[in-house]
């Protein structure tokens, strides 16, 4: 008898001496692997269009009321130090050309524009510069162009809930180029330095498949700054409509819209008196 209790205990010592000592020392699975790092530096390049019922640039309809569309073509290199980008964008425009507008009625608008942004947790921030160029442009009296560059900053805020803020400043130094105007006119009142102001505020539905859908909304002041800004046709018309411009935006009315219906039986330029011109805009995107 005590032989075959001795054999079971043997038995058992020489099972348990095979089996693992603890789970510790069993095998386990390597975990995945994490997935690389980005690169440091990677090129990407957007493309896009858009088609609107009608294009308005601060508040202002440059499609004459009707519907345009456009393309962009964006290349971006991300760095370290944040993305630096380039691109060129085409949109159709339409600018009153008839008498007593004074617009050079070009056939396009083309937009030239590179710069860096970079973001820091729900904070972005996006410097650069912008060029507008208008091909096909004619005589109006004093000038063949208005093109014009802008440089800008762009701030903002990312809530995470699809809704998200932000605040953009733009400068030029000589608005649609009207220094050459004056030159041409023989005024000696220096350039139309302005700056844009503005306040954005935008929401980002949830994604529905593939499809985005996001409503914006943005209200600006454009601060124009001369000793003569030229507007064209009747003074006295003219400057109604400036001082009753922010009651048309609110009305959601723009500026152009009022100036199609305003016909001016005379043209003439007018200097304004003083040294600034305000004009608040309100514009939803």
């Keep these: 008898m005590k032989k075959i209790v001795l054999s079971v205990v043997a038995a058992l010592a ?10 510790a020392d069993a095998a386990v699975k390597a975990p995945k692997a994490a997935p690389p ?7 990407d390049i957007a ?34 130090i944040g993305v630096f980008y380039v691109g060129i964008a085409g949109l159709a425009i339409s600018w009153p050309s008839g008498p007593g507008f004074g617009f050079t009625d070009p056939s396009a608008e083309i937009d030239f524009y590179g710069g860096w942004r970079n973001s820091w947790g729900p904070f972005s921030l996006d410097l650069g510069i912008v060029e507008y160029y208008y091909p096909g442009e004619s ?19 990312d809530f995470g809930n699809g809704f998200s803020i932000g605040g953009n ?87 152009r819209s009022a100036l199609s219906r305003h016909r001016p039986e005379r043209s003439e330029l007018c200097q304004l008196p003083g040294g600034r011109l305000g004009e608040p805009v309100e514009q939803l995107v």
Aim: with cysteine; glycine share 10%.
């Design 169 to 255: 400043v733009f400068y030029t130094p000589d608005l649609l180029h009207y220094s050459e105007t004056f030159a041409g006119l023989g005024l000696t009142v220096g350039k139309p330095d302005a700056v844009y102001y503005s306040g954005v505020a935008s929401y980002a539905f949830p994604k529905w498949g593939d499809i985005e859908t996001k409503i914006a909304g943005e209200y600006g002041y454009w601060d124009i700054s001369t000793s003569g800004f030229v507007l064209a046709g009747d003074c006295q018309s003219e400057l109604q409509l400036l001082e009753r411009r922010h009651r048309f935006h609110l009305q959601g009315l723009d500026a």
């Design 139 to 157: 005589f109006n009296g004093a000038t063949y162009t208005s093109d014009f560059y802008e440089i800008y900053g762009k701030v903002a805020y």
């Design 37 to 43: 790092p980005p690169p440091p530096y990677m090129l």
């Design 47 to 80: 493309v896009g269009g858009v088609v609107m019922s009608d294009y308005l640039f601060r508040g202002i309809s440059q499609s004459n009321k009707a519907p345009s569309g456009g393309a962009y073509f964006e290349p971006d290199l991300t760095t370290p």
């Design 14 to 23: 020489v099972a348990a001496s095979a089996a693992p000592a603890s789970a």
